[in-house]
């Protein structure tokens, strides 16, 4: 399997910036899309923001215009670079990997939490 190793996250204030890096064990380049996926306490995991081999990238409207992901393939590494940070972006956010095939891999997550 595909071990991917999140970190990056901490405790920060309302309005800070961050950034999140999710190491995957082998090479990156036959992965389709890697993404980031968080969940709050008593919510469910939601999609935050995806990017395929190509550079194609989508995310959740609540972090359009504050987040951005990026992938470096020649590090085996997807980030999210995450701006104007709100207390709602509290969650822990997990690295998502998926085959062209289909295939899937989770990381164990890193702690985001924002304060007032």
């Known amino acids: 399997q595909v071990l991917l190793v999140e970190s990056g996250g901490g405790l920060v204030q309302a309005g800070e910036s961050l950034r999140l890096s999710c190491a995957a064990s082998e090479s990156t380049f036959n992965i389709n899309t890697m993404g980031w996926y968080r969940q709050a306490p008593g919510k469910e995991r939601e999609m935050v923001a995806i990017?395929?081999?190509?550079?194609?990238?989508n995310y959740a409207d609540f972090v359009k215009g504050r987040f951005a992901i990026s992938r470096d393939n020649a590090k085996n590494t997807v980030y999210l670079q995450m701006y104007s940070l709100k207390p709602e972006d509290t969650a822990v956010y997990y690295c998502?990997?998926?085959?062209?095939?289909?295939?899937?891999?989770w990381g164990k997550g890193t702690l985001v939490t924002v304060s007032s």
């Open positions: 990017i395929t081999n190509n550079g194609v990238r």
């Open positions: 998502k990997a998926t085959r062209y095939y289909g295939l899937e891999y």
